[in-house]
Structures are given as structure tokens and as C-alpha cells.
């Protein structure tokens, strides 16, 4: 079994947590309009087609919107992404530090992947209620209807209207979705950053291009395994209260009237935003840890 880094070093959980954050901003900067195109079109349905794709939905939000459209729900997640990230690369270093037996010693594989895992168990907590949000949001403009003035709005009637349950709805579903993904994610970037290593050097040492690269397929990679998951997901968590009793009623409806490629709705822009978001992400902690490293060596 191939081992995680020929050359590594002290994993400090503390240093992830704040070089996380920062790599969480830069990821949401980059990411969310294609994110909403993305919601958008996971939750329109085949009786009402208000998009026929990723650019025809593009225009018709920019056309009907402005390009502020493209930003529509980003106070939630703005406003959790960064402590999401934080927490969730926070676990994934604690995940590492837990398997690790002495400072210094590569991990195999396997224990990076549950490391990984660990990270989606932990961000669950912020995920599924920014995204309860967001995803309310993200809808509402389609409707004609505008329920929610922002997500401090939304948060407060969900809970007054159905209590905290309301608020996590899809909790469950964002486990399923974030643990394996997760677990993807992460090995999958160690792995890409560890064979674009020239031989001999360490893989703290990679150029930018290289790190864009690692952090963007592994975005790609994440998303491959996620997407399904995600899009029952954005169901769920958009539909009426009551409406469905559990993600096998969304699976079961989902695929009776689309068919098992409704799945995939929204492949194009996750798949779009997944590569430039994800980069950007890994470039901003890895920028962020170097620092870190540099200012407080012996934390």
C-alpha cells in the first residue's frame, strides 16, 4: 500500500483551523454563482422547465437578476464557510494527528481517506443549516414570490414557524453526502500533491500551478461522488414541510418521473465551479499554513 508523504511533517490541527477558514473564503468567492446555477437547476421541476441548461440559466438570472443574482443565499454560507472549512480541515488534521504514531511519520493511504471522513462529520453541524438556507434563497427568486429577505430572515421564520428541526432539515442527507465525499477530497489531493512532488523535495515546496491543479481535480473527484446525494439533497431540503418523509420518498418520486439521470441534474455547472473553487481553496490554506509555519514554528 502506497504511504501519503515520503516527507512530511508536525500536523497541527490549530494551524489547519486557520488556514481552513481562509481557504473556505476563497473557495465561496470563487464558487457560489455557479452554485446557485447549480440549485437552480436541481430543483426545478419537468412540469415547470424554467431552464434549459447551465448558459441558458446563466442568462435568464443575469438578464432578470443582474449579476448580483449569481450571489443570491451567499450571506449564509459567507457567513459559515470559513468556520465550516476551519472545522473541517481542523478534523481532517486532527483525523491525520490521531493515526499518526510519532511527529514526522507517513500516513498510508486508508488512514487519510478516514481522516477525510472525520472532516465531513464534523462540518455537518454548519453545512446543513447554511444550505437549508441557501438553498431557500437560491429558489425563491423563481417563484415570484420573496418569502426570505436574507438569511438572518429565513433563519428566524424556519424556527418560528417548525422550531430547530426546521432549520437542520436535511441533516441526515448531508451526512451521506459529505462523509465519503470528504474522504475523497482529502486523499485524493494528498495523493495528487505526493506525484507532483519532484523526487526528493517536499511537497510543502509545490508551485502554485501544481497546488491549483492538486486542489481542483480534487474538488472534481469530491463532486463525482457527491452529486447525487447532493441533488436529493436540495429536494428535500426545498420542498414543502411534510412533503417527503425521508430521502428514499425523494429518490423513489425523483426517479418514477425523471429517471435515474435526474440524478445528475446540475452536473455541468458542479462540475464547472468544482475545478476553479476547490483550487482556489487549497491554494488559500496552503498559502495560509505557510505563513502560519513561518510566524509560529513550534505550535
Given at each position: 500500500m502506497a504511504e501519503g508523504n515520503s516527507k512530511t511533517e508536525k500536523i497541527s490541527p490549530v494551524k489547519n483551523f486557520f488556514a481552513g477558514g481562509f481557504g473556505g473564503a476563497c473557495l465561496l468567492l470563487a464558487g457560489h454563482p455557479l452554485d446557485t446555477i447549480k440549485v437552480r437547476l436541481q430543483t426545478q421541476s419537468r412540469?415547470?422547465?424554467?431552464?434549459?441548461?447551465?448558459?441558458?440559466?446563466?442568462?435568464?438570472?443575469?438578464?432578470?437578476?443582474?449579476?448580483?443574482?449569481?450571489?443570491?443565499?451567499?450571506?449564509?454560507?459567507?457567513a459559515g464557510v470559513?468556520?465550516?472549512?476551519?472545522?473541517?480541515?481542523?478534523?481532517?488534521?486532527?483525523?491525520?494527528?490521531?493515526?499518526?504514531?510519532?511527529?514526522?511519520?507517513?500516513?498510508?493511504?486508508?488512514?487519510?481517506?478516514?481522516?477525510?471522513?472525520?472532516?465531513?462529520?464534523?462540518?455537518?453541524?454548519?453545512?446543513?443549516?447554511?444550505?437549508?438556507i441557501k438553498c431557500l434563497l437560491q429558489i425563491q427568486a423563481n417563484s415570484g414570490l420573496v418569502k426570505y429577505s436574507g438569511p438572518v430572515d429565513c433563519a428566524v421564520q424556519l424556527y418560528r414557524e417548525?422550531?430547530?428541526?426546521?432549520?437542520?432539515?436535511?441533516?441526515?442527507?448531508?451526512?451521506?453526502?459529505?462523509?465519503?465525499?470528504?474522504?475523497?477530497?482529502?486523499?485524493?489531493?494528498?495523493?495528487l500533491?505526493?506525484?507532483?512532488?519532484?523526487?526528493?523535495?517536499?511537497?510543502?515546496?509545490?508551485?502554485?500551478?501544481?497546488?491549483l491543479f492538486a486542489g481542483g481535480v480534487a474538488g472534481i473527484l469530491n463532486w463525482a461522488v457527491a452529486i447525487p446525494v447532493d441533488v436529493l439533497k436540495s429536494i428535500f431540503q426545498t420542498a414543502p414541510d411534510g412533503k417527503y418523509s425521508?430521502?428514499?420518498?425523494?429518490?423513489?418520486?425523483?426517479?418514477?418521473?425523471?429517471?435515474?439521470?435526474?440524478?445528475?441534474?446540475?452536473?455541468?455547472?458542479v462540475m464547472l465551479r468544482a475545478f476553479p473553487a476547490n483550487a482556489a481553496c487549497f491554494l488559500g490554506f496552503e498559502l495560509s499554513l505557510k505563513f502560519l509555519n513561518w510566524l509560529l514554528p513550534d505550535i
Open positions: 412540469s415547470t422547465v424554467l431552464y434549459l441548461g447551465t448558459l441558458d440559466c446563466l442568462k435568464k438570472t443575469v438578464a432578470k437578476e443582474g449579476v448580483l443574482g449569481l450571489y443570491k443565499g451567499m450571506g449564509a454560507p459567507l470559513s468556520p465550516m472549512m476551519a472545522i473541517g480541515f481542523f478534523g481532517f488534521g486532527l483525523g491525520k494527528r490521531l493515526q499518526q504514531n510519532e511527529a514526522g511519520h507517513p500516513l498510508m493511504y486508508p488512514q487519510v481517506f478516514a481522516a477525510g471522513m472525520l472532516a465531513g462529520l464534523f462540518t455537518t453541524v454548519i453545512v446543513a443549516p447554511g444550505e437549508r417548525r422550531g430547530i428541526r426546521s432549520v437542520f432539515k436535511g441533516t441526515g442527507l448531508t451526512l451521506m453526502r459529505d462523509i465519503p465525499s470528504s474522504g475523497v477530497y482529502f486523499m485524493s489531493y494528498e495523493w500533491k505526493n506525484t507532483l512532488t519532484p523526487k526528493g523535495q517536499s511537497h510543502t515546496d509545490l508551485s502554485i500551478p501544481r497546488v425521508g430521502f428514499r420518498d425523494v429518490f423513489r418520486e425523483l426517479v418514477k418521473e425523471e429517471g435515474i439521470t435526474s440524478l445528475y441534474k446540475g452536473f455541468t455547472p
